[in-house]
């Protein structure tokens, strides 16, 4: 259990422990849920988005976009660097 306190401003500061538990980093929301006993809920806010939005995110700097077809071209030997 953690134990928090509160500010004079009525603030409250999140342990890295309770962060890396709930899997925020900064800039992240969460979400508290008040319960009809007087409890609170806290999660992590779902992060929302397209399936689109991954395309191209391993690409780096100055690597061109592979193709489908490109890929389908590329043989077993390649995968482990041996061109």
Known sequence: MTTLTITTKGQVTLRKDVLAHLGLRPGDKLVIDKLPDGRITASAERRKGKISDVFGMLKQD??????IEEMGLI???NWEGKR
């Open 62 to 67: 100055g690597q061109r976009t592979v193709s």
């Open 75 to 77: 043989g077993p030997e």
